[in-house]
């Protein structure tokens, strides 16, 4: 490229040809220089275009590429030196073109701002009003006044801006009508005061001279300016606030100052101090970013990502267990009244030593001591006392869809209930038939509604459980639908009894299945099983909670029965219950 230059005549070192052909050289050097291939950089005040392109490409190196376009024309359009001070400003170009070269990195407004004010100044000069700006005291005009101000103003706020004109103009307004002995004064140290300001804010130094004293300040008008300034100087890290109490209190004190209160006007003085060193203090803050992903649709707020951590867990499940224990505590609260535990007493109830059972004449050796007669010296059990026990049980149906139901020809009994609570041990325990029910540890063994003969009296209906089970929900769904049409629609159902667990109580299914008999006005008996499971005064505050829960319903049958199938505790007592059902009942 430089041999094509030098074959054009464009001569020299580079030779300064069309703008292409500078922009190419300078890209190569530029790309030299940087690599290290190029020798050291010549000095900023000498060269020719191409040289101030290259320094400026290279100089400029980081900065963005309208900044270099635009010193690179400006060299060319001949408005050279050394990119001019403020001084040496010719027309509104250059100074636009300095101002943005100063201006470096900073932002639009800021650079808009400066080149609007020089360009002004530059406006200012050429009609007479020129010399350096004018110091403050040289001031002329409010045009002027406002130039300098804005540019002193340099980043801050409007605010602040229009306050600082403001007390500007108020000071040559007072020049103007003769004031200007004791205003230059004054002017010069506003000045001094807030040019010594802006450096301490800058970090920089000089400003130079002591901020003007208060004391030498003379009127009112004054006074109001220099506090209002100081004033809102003291508060630019926020911008320019209200300011009015601020304002009139330091006024005040001023004033008093005047007046000779020399007490008050210490305090003041110590008030302009602080407000002196809140200034010194005062360093522009850096303003948090929250960066926001444009592609993120998830339409979480940020606090949503504080999703349940360990602790929240923690505090649910704690809470949640003070429920239970709660619960737990309400049960135990529960007073058995004084027949409900004479009962239990009395019918060896609840959980028992076998010395104890020994005591009262059982023999604990069979499987079901307590449906035994005490102080028998025969292994044998005696005979059921109710006759319509002692038929034989048969199973002769079973239904898993209602359609399948065997016609009602005998008063029906069912055994309803949660899964796995007993349902099938009971109806054998009650028969003494071991084995004609079947029955399982695992719950859900009962899948079909059941129909069983006990002789050609009495129909005993084992259901299939509802609650858990080791079956599909659907399935399950399914059991208890039809559990529940039968208890509300079977025709010769004489009484279902509802087996609950004495360990566990209640639960919502068994509330749900009483709610509908009490609807279809079916008669029902709860029977507690597995006694032999708990402590007697828990079989005792069991049946105390559940008569409470029921006291109200209308198909309930009284007693509450309380049974075990394993001990034979109860089991008499519930044949004689069911018997009279057998007796009295017709199909
Ligand atoms: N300790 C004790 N265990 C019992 C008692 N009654 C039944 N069981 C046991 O409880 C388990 C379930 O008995 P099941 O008669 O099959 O219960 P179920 O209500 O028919 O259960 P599903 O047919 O699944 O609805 C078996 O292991 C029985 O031995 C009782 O009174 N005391
Ligand atoms: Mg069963």
């Not at 103009?169 to 004031?179: F, K």
């Not at 026990?389 to 359609?403: D, E, G, P, Y």
Request: hydrophobic share 30%.
């Amino acid at each position: 490229m430089s041999a094509g230059a030098g074959r054009e005549g464009r001569g020299g070192r580079m030779g300064s040809g069309g703008v292409g052909d500078v922009k190419l050289r300078t890209r190569i050097n530029a790309e030299r220089r940087l690599s290290g291939k190029l020798g050291k950089m010549r000095s900023v005040g000498g060269g020719d275009d191409d040289d101030v392109m290259l320094r400026a490409r290279v100089g400029d190196e980081r900065r963005g590429k309208r900044e270099f376009d635009e010193r690179v024309k400006a060299k060319r359009e001949g408005r050279g030196g050394r990119m001019g001070s403020v001084d040496g400003a010719d027309d509104g170009e250059d100074v636009r073109l300095r101002t943005r070269v100063a201006s470096g990195r900073r932002g639009k407004r800021e650079f808009d701002e400066r080149v609007k004010t020089e360009q002004g100044m530059f406006t200012a000069r050429r009609e007479g009003r020129g010399g350096r700006m004018g110091s403050a005291a040289g001031a002329d005009d409010g045009e002027d006044v406002r130039l300098r101000t804005r540019m002193a103003a340099g980043r801050r706020g409007k605010r602040e801006f229009d306050e600082r004109v403001k007390t500007e103009q108020g000071m040559s307004t007072a020049r103007r009508e003769g004031r200007e002995g004791e205003w230059g004064v004054r002017l010069e140290l506003m000045m001094v005061r807030i040019r010594s300001k802006e450096c301490l804010r800058r970090g920089g130094k000089g400003g130079g001279g002591r901020m003007g004293s208060v004391a030498r300040a003379d009127d009112g008008e004054n006074v109001r300016l220099r506090t209002r300034v100081v004033g809102k100087l003291g508060k630019s890290g926020k911008g320019f606030g209200k300011g009015g109490d601020l304002d009139k209190e330091s006024v005040k004190g001023e004033r008093n100052r005047r007046r000779g209160g020399a007490l008050e006007g210490y305090a003041n003085k110590k008030k302009d101090k602080k407000d002196e060193e809140e200034v010194e203090n005062d360093t522009p803050k850096k303003r948090k970013r929250i960066k926001l992903d444009p592609y993120d649709v998830s339409n979480k707020r940020m606090d949503d990502g504080v999703s349940i951590d360990g602790k929240e867990m923690e505090k649910k499940v704690e809470a949640e267990k003070k429920i239970e224990l709660s619960k737990n505590a309400q049960f135990r609260a529960i007073q058995p009244s004084p027949s409900i535990l004479s009962f239990v007493e009395d019918n060896l109830l609840g959980r028992r030593r076998s010395i104890e059972l020994r005591r009262a004449g059982y023999n604990v050796d069979l499987s079901a001591p307590l449906d035994n007669i005490p102080h028998s010296t025969s292994s044998e059990r005696e005979h059921c006392e109710e006759n319509v026990f002692r038929n034989k049980l048969t199973f002769f149906a079973a239904a898993n869809v209602s359609s399948s139901f065997p016609p009602a020809d005998l008063p029906e009994i069912a055994f309803a209930g949660r899964s796995n609570v007993g349902k099938s041990s009971l109806l054998n325990a009650l028969t003494r038939q071991w084995g004609v029910a079947r029955t399982s540890d695992k719950p859900g063994l009962t899948q079909t509604i059941n129909f069983f003969n006990l002789g050609s009296k009495i129909c005993l209906v084992d259901l299939p459980g509802y609650g858990f089970a080791y079956a599909k929900d659907e399935v399950k769904d399914a059991w208890e639908e039809l559990v529940k049409e039968y208890v509300s629609t079977r025709v010769g159902l004489k009484r279902v009894c509802l087996l609950i667990d004495t360990k566990w109580g209640m639960k919502p299914r068994d509330h749900e299945l009483v709610h509908l008999m009490e609807r279809s006005q079916t008669k029902y008996q709860i029977l507690m099983t597995k006694t032999d499971m708990v402590f007697p005064i828990d079989v005792a505050r069991r049946a105390m909670e559940i008569e409470e829960n029921l006291k109200a319903n209308k198909s309930v049958v009284n007693p509450l029965m309380m049974i075990s199938s394993k001990s034979g505790a109860g089991i008499r007592s519930l044949r004689s219950v069911l018997a009279k059902i057998s007796r009295f009942a017709k199909p």
